[in-house]
T-cell receptor, first 115, second 110 residues
Framework: GAVVSQHPSRVICKSGTSVKIECRSLDFQATTMFWYRQFPKKSLMLMATSNEGSKATYEQGVEKDKFLINHASLTLSTLTVTSAHPEDSSFYIC???????????FGPGTRLTVL | GEDVEQSLFLSVREGDSSVINCTYTDSSSTYLYWYKQEPGAGLQLLTYIFSNMDMKQDQRLTVLLNKKDKHLSLRIADTQTGDSAIYFCAEGGGYNKLIFGAGTRLAVHP
């Protein structure tokens, strides 16, 4: 089946630093990838839609300069949290949509803790 | 706007059936999904139903869709301790974004 990986699975960083999270589709090509944020005991909140070769589309209230998204290839999208602050601590999950089919495949998530 | 609502918690005895309910608002959704999330993990697609269907069965899982009432349910037969997790329903499909409910935490006790 389709597999999506995320790296790193956990990251702890100091306030003010930037953190990059990678999302890879391992055995399929994904024209579209999605980035979600999940707060403890809460639902997933869609942050942005990432399309290969074009600018990401951000949801209302999500700062595009804060959360930089790059989708440089059909198998890789990256999310960079710039100048991270403790309130950015969260569980970030990506999903990838194959070029054919109706299903999104989710990565295992990245736990970000900002001290 | 689009909204998906679920009850937050369900407790069942091992061996009983679990029924998790969900309501949604977007009548144009093509597919409706059920995902499972275990602690500290990502989401696993359990099943989905096309909007022109009213029922889908997959082994222990039965999905019922009442499109008129915009109500979706997931029934897990013979619930086991390994079914303990958070279950999310979501509406959307294809290249559209998924709108998730808040998740129902299922606790299975002996």
């Amino acid at each position: 089946g389709a597999v999506v990986s995320q790296h790193p699975s956990r990251v702890i960083c100091k306030s003010g630093t930037s953190v990059k999270i990678e999302c890879r589709s391992l055995d399929f090509q994904a024209t579209t990838m999605f980035w979600y944020r999940q707060f403890p005991k809460k639902s997933l909140m869609l942050m942005a839609t990432s399309n290969e070769g074009s600018k990401a589309t951000y949801e209302q209230g999500v700062e595009k300069d804060k959360f930089l998204i790059n989708h440089a290839s059909l198998t890789l999208s990256t999310l960079t949290v710039t100048s991270a602050h403790p309130e950015d601590s969260s569980f970030y999950i990506c999903s990838a949509h194959p070029t054919q089919g109706n299903e999104q495949f989710f990565g295992p998530g990245t736990r970000l803790t900002v001290l | 706007g689009e909204d998906v609502e679920q009850s937050l918690f369900l407790s069942v005895r091992e061996g009983d059936s679990s029924v998790i309910n969900c309501t949604y608002t977007d009548s144009s959704s093509t597919y409706l999904y059920w995902y499972k999330q275990e602690p500290g993990a990502g989401l696993q697609l359990l099943t989905y139903i096309f909007s022109n269907m009213d029922m889908k069965q997959d082994q222990r899982l039965t999905v019922l869709l009442n499109k008129k009432d915009k109500h979706l349910s997931l029934r897990i037969a013979d619930t086991q301790t390994g079914d303990s997790a958070i279950y999310f329903c979501a509406e959307g499909g294809g290249y559209n974004k998924l709108i998730f409910g808040a998740g129902t935490r299922l606790a299975v006790h002996p």
